[in-house]
């Protein structure tokens, strides 16, 4: 096949392959395959997803918006960071989170009530708060699945707690790392 050069955009409406071609046998492998809707679709490919627009409550307990996050089929999260967008204010107490696969859970990382602020009044922008995943059972009679993989697509629940009324919501972003395994 010849090399060709384009001055302008390549388009697809059905998205590109790029193949390697076995030297011996003439066998063409796909290296890499982006789906026409610009996902990259090959085992082993690490993307990012975000879920923006989660606030802290004016009153103490759960976001009023917990964020939701479609995770895909056949992924692994392997990584979780909280920005702050937007300055949250509260009276003198504590900002946490959680993640999870439903509404207010911590199945994916465990409830922290004061990792994001504690004892404090305010999150200065632009913050970034690393997570922790929940680790499964390690050194077990039995392997269980982990947590984080899922097989197919599901939500994924992204909450921020308080512990005391908010005189400013404030606004975070929850940025997603997740690796595709089919």
């Known amino acids: 096949m010849a090399n060709s050069t384009f001055s302008g955009p390549v388009r697809s409406e059905n998205g590109f392959k790029v193949i390697s071609v076995n030297s011996t046998t003439g066998a063409e492998t796909d290296v890499v395959d982006i789906a026409s809707t610009g996902i990259v679709t090959n085992k082993y490919v690490k993307h990012v997803g975000f879920v923006s627009g989660v606030t802290v409550n004016t009153t103490a307990g759960d976001s009023p918006a917990i964020g939701t996050f479609v995770q895909p089929a056949n992924t692994i ?10 300055a949250p204010v509260i009276g003198t107490g504590d900002i946490g989170y959680e993640v999870g696969t439903a509404s207010s859970g911590a199945q994916i990382v465990a409830a922290q009530t004061d990792e994001i602020l504690d004892g404090g009044t305010t999150v200065v922008v632009h913050n970034v708060t690393q997570t922790a995943l929940v680790l499964q059972t390690q050194d077990g009679t039995t392997a269980p699945a982990s947590v984080q993989y899922t097989d197919t697509a599901r939500n994924i629940f992204c909450n921020i707690t308080n512990t005391v009324d908010a005189t400013t919501a404030g606004s975070f972003t929850f940025i997603i790392e997740y690796t595709q395994i089919a």
């Open 77 to 86: 999260i392997t990584d979780i960071k909280i920005f702050c967008d937007v």
